[in-house]
């Protein structure tokens, strides 16, 4: 039985406004995201969130993905590429006004050691995603605290919490919440009914659909978060908005695509539309 909630944690509706676009602006003006991604077999990933990343708004974004994965990028000349080394990381971190990090990475030691010394070695907001969830340590935690977005789906909840997906299907909100405020960051507990936490304020995703239960959706939706950080947003107004935007996207999709043939290319392709229909409402 899901606990009661509690009262002092405040409901969000209101949207917050998409970051303003000055006619006089440059690219400088809207940062530069530093997306950690990809391995063998996992390209794609990498390439999702990048390209993800840049139609939500970034000025610019570098890919520090494997050599072997380098190759992917070929067809997209908006993203700049570097090779996923410690050395090299850390000195693209220390430039980024938002990270990105995770999204199909895997899972091998040495990456994992990657991941620990960016986020621990970066002041710059970072969206915290699939493979690279596994590498927190309470070290890592405490170094991200008050700059985090964490995003997992209910099984990578479940390992952060101790967990089930049981457990935390049936618990989403209070679950989220309590480790949210617990380290002093923002959690994105993907599914249906997307629940976005600070851990004082809470907001339940309205849009989306059973479509997007497809690989490489939740990659795009990484991109946006940290595009929108970049941008200047705060970590909870950036992952509201970014959710709500991934979602809108993909409800555009299916119009479009159906629910049963909709994949996460469809997504990122209906992002502009998602985001123009937000800027005129």
């Known amino acids: 039985m899901a606990r009661p909630a ?31 991604a990809g391995s063998a077999g996992m390209g794609g990933a990498a390439v999702l969130a990048s390209q993800a990343a840049l139609r939500a708004g970034a000025g610019r974004v570098t890919c520090a993905c494997p050599q072997a994965v380098l190759p992917f990028f070929a067809p997209f000349p908006c993203v700049m590429t570097a090779v996923l080394e410690e050395a090299v990381v850390s000195a693209l971190a220390s430039k980024a006004e938002a990270l990105c990090v995770g999204p199909g990475l895997g899972k091998a030691p040495e990456t994992a050691s990657i991941v620990r010394a960016l986020l621990a070695g970066s002041k710059a ?27 997992p789906h209910p099984g990578e909840m479940a390992s952060l919490t101790g967990s089930t997906v049981k457990v935390v299907q049936t618990d989403r909100r209070e679950l989220a919440k309590d480790y949210a405020g617990r380290h002093g960051l923002v959690v994105v507990l993907k599914g249906h009914g997307t629940v976005v936490t600070d851990g004082l304020r809470l907001a339940v995703n309205a849009t989306g659909n059973a479509g ?27 992952a509201y908005l970014g ?9 555009l999709a299916a119009k479009e695509k159906g629910l049963h043939s909709l994949i996460a290319t469809d997504v990122l392709d209906c992002l502009p539309s998602a985001f123009g229909k937000h800027s005129r409402s």
């Open 243 to 251: 959710v709500y935007l991934h979602g809108l996207a993909g409800d």
């Open 6 to 36: 509690d009262p002092t944690t405040k409901r969000v509706w209101a949207l917050p406004a998409l970051p303003a676009r000055p006619e006089d602006s440059h690219k400088g003006d809207y940062g530069r995201v530093v997306v950690a």
């Open 125 to 151: 907001p970072a969206v915290v995603d699939a493979d690279a969830l596994a590498a927190l340590d309470a070290s890592t935690l405490a170094a991200l605290k008050d700059r985090a977005v964490l995003t």
């Open 212 to 238: 997007m239960a497809t690989a490489g959706t939740g990659d795009v939706l990484s991109g946006v978060i940290a595009a929108l950080l970049a941008q200047g947003m705060q970590p909870f107004e950036a």
